[in-house]
């Protein structure tokens, strides 16, 4: 099984991947769902697993950087939390640092409470989980109730990849709609936000 490198941490913040992952696109779509609760006033916690270097961690940051929120960055990674935590510093700072919490987790267990996260990103790991089944039960574990999960990963569909693993490491949208529905996430909608990666958003079920 594919597992990425901190070695080659400078390819995550890479112009390459700016370009076919913008992050902004789905930081979009994460501020429409963290809309209601901000309106009411209520604070809005989002989790980052496997938050690598903090290239979508970063963005959320500046975009909500005025708005009620706490993040949970998280990495299994202790050399990944520390280059995010200086790229942190270096392009957020001030009060806003205050808003972070970073956590080192491991694969089979994220040290989040019970019922803790709105929104949870997964980006890009997916492929890399070796009992998913497991994993999205331990992901539900630590969202509320319609808690939203975001699953961002390299689509086994692209044929002629230029970043992300191997074609047959990679799981297809269809295979990872299926993982979702057994484990009884709803409203699964698939947004089609990247050319090479599936973005699938779901909220927790039963």
């Known amino acids: 099984m594919h597992k990425f490198d901190p070695a080659n941490h400078k390819r995550l913040n890479s112009e390459e991947r700016y370009r076919i992952m913008p992050p902004e696109l ?30 979508f961690s970063l963005s959320i940051m500046k975009r909500f950087q005025d708005k009620n929120i706490l993040l ?4 299994v990674s202790d050399e990944m939390l520390g280059i995010f935590n200086n790229n942190l510093r270096n392009e957020v700072g001030g009060k806003n640092f205050s808003k972070v919490k970073s956590f080192k987790c491991e694969e089979s ?3 989040l409470a019970d019922n803790s ?7 890009n ?7 998913k089944s497991n994993y999205l039960q331990e992901i539900k ?5 319609e808690g939203t999960f975001f699953l961002v990963d390299w689509k086994k569909e692209d044929l002629n990849p230029v ?14 709609v299926d993982i979702l529905k057994k484990a009884n996430f ?21």
């Open 163 to 176: 970043m992300g693993p191997p074609a047959g490491e990679r799981v297809s949208t269809e295979e990872a």
């Open 117 to 123: 996260v709105n929104i949870l990103l997964l980006a």
């Open 186 to 206: 709803k409203d699964i909608k698939s947004l089609p936000l990247y050319s090479a990666s599936f973005t699938l958003v779901s909220r927790k079920g039963d």
């Open 109 to 111: 267990f994220l040290p």
């Open 72 to 75: 949970f960055a998280l990495d």
């Open 26 to 55: 789905l930081i979009d779509e994460i501020e429409k769902t963290a809309e209601a609760n901000l309106k009411s006033g209520e604070a809005v916690t989002i989790a980052d697993v496997g938050c690598g270097s903090g290239f």
């Open 125 to 131: 790991v997916f492929h890399e989980i070796e009992d």
């Open 141 to 145: 574990r630590v969202l509320k109730n």
